[in-house]
């Protein structure tokens, strides 16, 4: 058996395992979209959405969530030939289509007929699975197992289960681990133990702070932009951030309704605006996906709430009612929140809210989302709080609104977190192979990973180096 990595080895997008039986036949685990400075020097918009590896071999693709980080390069495996079974967790079953249409859309083609043909395809080969079942993918060689993560609606740690030559060996991919105490989610639980374990490691040299602090920020965030009439922009990804964020609004809200704010508006004069279509349409699939919500989020709806649908909550879907927002608000203040994509400021509407309310003071940018190197998401976090600039669409902007990050509601492990869920491992791995990260996170959690568990062997792995399994 070896195990080569397609994607996530040099940074924190890309994500694409694969595993590979000893006749050659191969599980793909994850298929993503490289993003930011981790796509390659002189490749274009068409070859960030190519399969640079042979795929003939591969029989099946295992998907732990639908982040486009992970799902991204689907279409292009399918158009290189891919006709296997899509093994998913039941609401990332749901949720796939919708993401790659809009995929689609965006890197390949705007013919109608085209894309739905596309779905159609991707569909008949999704196949759901519940969590806590094994499933066979290669007869009896491989069986794999979802075990719920915590990162976004839907999203699973994988465990793959392989017998060769009488021996039967587990291999765990974490995809991307939640923190605990996530919005609306299950927090993710140690499986009992593996042999190798292929571990993210996005937050791998930090520690967040926790839910009462962040949540506190935000509603400290809110207050300020009463007593400014100002702007909150957040760029989130249209799917998991977003709902997280305005089920954390909703409760800030109704909490202090009744107390009284400074300046000249209340808590009822603030409005949550969600300008993104695709994340109206995720924001709609979450609520038809409450059996998966936390106990807590649950028991808010038996109490009659409506986290994800709410009275200060507006949405945006068309493209002129977008651009009469932006300039209602570069025009006149009020106190108001904005969460559009893209998550790290390189496309989407979000683009337009920063051109027109970066320059003035009263706004404020918060990132909830790690911003890769390279994006203008990075470039603002590192260079806002020194009053810098960021380029545009290739135009400069100078940088007066206030930046803040809040790692939190990333919904990625911290460094405790990733600890804890091997130290709570009953049978630890002989291997970890840290992935998804930049260099220094996954230097500092090799660091302690060695210290905490010197008995292990924890590598950082290269592009596409196979390796052989530890005997």
């Not at 890197?107 to 109608?112: L, P, V």
């Not at 108001?336 to 337009?352: E, H, K, P, T, W």
């Not at 911290?414 to 990260?437: A, S, T």
């Not at 220094?440 to 590598?459: G, H, S, Y």
């Amino acid at each position: 058996m070896q195990i080569l990595h397609h994607g996530a080895v040099t940074g924190v997008t890309g994500s694409c395992h694969e595993l590979r039986l000893d006749d050659g036949r191969a599980v793909l685990i994850d298929c993503g979209l490289l993003q930011g400075a981790e796509v390659a020097d002189g490749r274009t918009a068409v070859d960030d959405l190519t399969i640079d590896f042979p795929a003939e071999h591969v029989a099946a693709l295992v998907v732990t969530h639908v982040h486009i980080d992970h799902v991204g390069r689907i279409p292009a495996l399918m158009a290189a030939g891919f006709t296997g079974p899509i093994y998913c967790t039941e609401p990332s079953a749901v949720l796939l289509p919708m993401v790659l249409e809009d995929a689609v859309k965006i890197g390949f083609t705007r013919n109608r007929q085209l894309i739905e043909k596309f779905i159609r395809q991707l569909t008949r080969q999704i196949v759901p699975l519940p969590y806590a079942v094994w499933q066979s993918v290669m007869d009896r060689e491989l069986v794999i197992r979802f075990s719920p993560a915590g990162h976004i609606l839907g999203s699973a740690y994988v465990t793959c289960k392989l017998t060769e030559q009488g021996r039967t060996r587990q291999v765990i991919f974490s995809g991307d681990l939640g923190a605990p105490y996530a919005p609306l989610l299950p927090a993710p639980k140690a499986p009992w133990g593996c042999d190798l374990l292929v571990l993210e490691s996005t937050y791998g040299d930090r520690r967040h702070e926790g839910r009462r602090q962040r949540r506190e920020r935000l509603r400290q965030l809110l207050e300020r932009a009463m007593a400014n009439g100002g702007v909150v922009l957040i760029p989130a990804f249209s799917i998991g951030r977003t709902q997280e964020l305005l089920y954390e609004f909703e409760d800030i809200i109704k909490r202090y309704r009744n107390r009284p704010a400074s300046g000249d508006y209340s808590w009822e004069d603030i409005e949550i605006i969600v300008d993104s279509p695709l994340a109206a349409k995720f924001t709609a699939a979450y609520r038809t996906l409450k059996p998966y919500w936390d106990r807590e989020a649950l028991q808010r709806v038996r109490r009659g709430r409506h986290p994800l649908s709410f009275e200060n909550l507006n949405t945006i879907e068309h493209h002129a009612d977008h651009l009469a927002v932006v300039d209602y608000l570069r025009r006149h203040h009020r106190p108001r929140v904005v969460l559009a994509a893209s998550g790290m400021c390189n496309g989407g509407r979000i683009v337009n809210y920063l051109k027109a309310l970066l320059g003035e003071s009263r706004n404020d940018v918060v990132f909830v989302g790690f911003q890769a190197q390279g994006t203008p998401g990075r470039q603002i976090q590192q260079y806002g709080p020194k009053g810098g600039y960021v380029f545009l669409d290739g135009e400069r902007y100078d940088i007066r609104a206030g930046v803040h990050t809040l790692s939190g509601y990333s919904a990625h492990a911290d460094q405790l977190n990733l600890l804890n869920f091997i130290k709570r491992m009953r049978r630890k791995p002989q291997e970890i192979r840290l992935v998804h990260g930049d260099p220094e996170a996954k230097a500092a959690l090799q660091t302690i990973l060695q210290q905490t568990f010197p008995d292990v062997q924890v590598l950082i792995p290269e592009p596409r180096l196979g390796s052989g399994f530890l005997d």
